[in-house]
C-alpha cells in the first residue's frame, strides 16, 4: 500500500512555509509522497490574486527536484467552488487500495465540523494535522471527539488502511504568509528567503501582486 499525502492550498503564491511543511509531513508521516494541490476556487476564502497558471507554474518551480513532492493540479481544472470532498472522491476512485491522507493545519482541523460533507472525509482519507510546537488542541466538542476516536501516535499505521485514523505532526516555526510576501511584493520590498529563489525570479518577472493587494 503506498501512502500518498494531499497540502491543498491558494498558493498564492507559495512560501517557504508550505515548502518546508510538505518536507516535514512527508518526513514525519513516512509518506511517499506529497501532493500539492493549488485550489481553483476556494469555497470560504477570496479568490486568489494570481491565476490558476501562474500559481502552478509557482509550485513546479519550488518543488522541482525535491523528491517525493509533486504538484497535483486537479482542482484547477474543474469548475465552480473547490471541495475538498469532491477532490479526495477523485483520487479515491484512482487509488483505491492505497493509503491517502489529508493534510490540514490545526486551525483548519478545529473548525472541520464547517466543512462541506465533513463527516465523509475520514471514509476517504487519513487526515494528518500539522501542529506548532505548544499549540492547543480543537476546542468544538465534535472535533474533540473525533480526534479522541480516530487519533494514531504510530505513523506506521497510516499504511495499515487507506483511510480512518488522525495522526499529528509537528509543524516547524515559520511565520511566513502568503498575505505578507504580496504586500512586500507590493511595497517594493524584498522577498528573499521568503519564498523559493525559483519562485522569487518568476514573480519578479511578472506583474502580478505590484499593483495594489488584498
Not at 181 to 208: F, K, N, Q, T
Request: charged residues 25%.
Amino acid at each position: 500500500m503506498r501512502a500518498i499525502g494531499i497540502l491543498g492550498g491558494t498558493f498564492d503564491p507559495v512560501h517557504c512555509g508550505h515548502v518546508r511543511l510538505a518536507i516535514e509531513v512527508l518526513e514525519q508521516a513516512g509518506l511517499d509522497e506529497v501532493r500539492l494541490m493549488p485550489a481553483g476556487a476556494p469555497r470560504l476564502r477570496d479568490p486568489p490574486r494570481a491565476s490558476g497558471a501562474e500559481r502552478r507554474a509557482w509550485l513546479e518551480a519550488a518543488v522541482g527536484g525535491i523528491a517525493g513532492l509533486v504538484v497535483d493540479p486537479r482542482e484547477l481544472d474543474g469548475s465552480g467552488p473547490t471541495r475538498t470532498v469532491e477532490t479526495l472522491e477523485s483520487l479515491r476512485a484512482e487509488h483505491p487500495d492505497d493509503a491517502i491522507a489529508l493534510v490540514l493545519g490545526m486551525d483548519a482541523f478545529a473548525r472541520l465540523d464547517e466543512w462541506h460533507r465533513h463527516e465523509a472525509l475520514l471514509e476517504l482519507a487519513h487526515l494528518v494535522v500539522a501542529r506548532r510546537p505548544g499549540a492547543d488542541g480543537p476546542e468544538r466538542p465534535a472535533v474533540r471527539a473525533l480526534a479522541a476516536a480516530h487519533a494514531i501516535t504510530d505513523a506506521r499505521l497510516l499504511r495499515a488502511q487507506p483511510s480512518g485514523t488522525i495522526y499529528l505532526v509537528e509543524a516547524p516555526l515559520l511565520d511566513i504568509s502568503a498575505t505578507d510576501v504580496r504586500a512586500r511584493i507590493a511595497a517594493g520590498r524584498s522577498i528573499h528567503c521568503l519564498v523559493p529563489d525559483p519562485v522569487r525570479r518568476l514573480i519578479e518577472r511578472s506583474d502580478v501582486y505590484k499593483h495594489g493587494i488584498r
